[in-house]
T-cell receptor
Framework: DGGITQSPKYLFRKEGQNVTLSCEQN?????MYWYRQDPGQGLRLIYY???????QKGDIAEGYSVSREKKESFPLTVTSAQKNPTAFYLC??????????FGPGTRLTVL | GQNIDQPTEMTATEGAIVQINCTYQ??????LFWYQQHAGEAPTFLSY????GLEEKGRFSSFLSRSKGYSYLLLKELQMKDSASYLC????????????FGGGTRLMVKP
């Protein structure tokens, strides 16, 4: 089955710790994206990547980092520099200029 | 810059018709997407408009007017399961292959 997976579904971390969220896709999509969603809000773009070994900052990149070493994988690290990291994180992928397919999301809670 | 507006909340009755509007002002335009998102879940693709006019897909239709920067999503024969948030997204913009999302419209369907 082709799809996009994120793990874990729920994640708890102590304040000041870095945490990495996983995103994997087997749809052979070139582009991958990370969004943040706060309660009752829309999606805000954190980072995106159109090709392996290249990525661009989105609207709210501060306090986050990414890597794109493989086409299938686009992990997101939430660093201690992110002031308010508790949120729902969504990963998506697409062909270039195509509709985006979303993973199930990771709900991060920082205690 | 990018600016997308949608109503925050709407309420409708089971079996009725509801129209969710979206207006946008963007620096580039190559299509407008509608996504459905149930609480705590990932968004799922509903429709894509790149040319002016109405696209019909079962109980859901989407309309676009590029000259007016306006779109709507029309839901017919409402069912309780249609209670969800509906996200309008425009893209890609001139800065890259990204979608810009509106804040979403939370639709509550009542018996």
């Amino acid at each position: 089955d082709g799809g996009i997976t994120q793990s874990p579904k729920y994640l708890f971390r102590k304040e000041g710790q870095n945490v990495t969220l996983s995103c994997e896709q087997n749809l052979n999509h070139d582009a991958m994206y990370w969004y943040r969603q706060d309660p009752g809000q829309g999606l805000r773009l954190i980072y995106y990547s159109q090709i392996v070994n290249d990525f661009q900052k989105g609207d709210i990149a501060e306090g986050y980092s990414v890597s794109r070493e493989k086409k299938e994988s686009f992990p997101l690290t939430v660093t201690s520099a992110q002031k308010n990291p508790t949120a729902f994180y969504l990963c998506a992928s697409s062909i270039l200029l195509g509709e985006q397919f979303f993973g199930p999301g990771t709900r991060l809670t920082v205690l | 810059g990018q600016n997308i507006d949608q109503p925050t909340e709407m309420t409708a009755t089971e079996g009725a018709i509801v129209q969710i509007n979206c207006t946008y002002q963007t620096s580039g335009f190559n299509g407008l997407f509608w996504y459905q998102q149930h609480a705590g879940e990932a968004p799922t693709f509903l429709s894509y408009n790149v040319l002016d006019g109405l696209e019909e897909k079962g109980r859901f239709s989407s309309f676009l007017s590029r000259s007016k920067g306006y779109s709507y999503l029309l839901l017919k024969e409402l069912q309780m399961k249609d209670s969800a948030s509906y996200l309008c997204a425009v893209g890609p913009n001139n800065a890259g292959n990204m979608l810009t999302f509106g804040g979403g419209t939370r639709l509550m369907v009542k018996p």
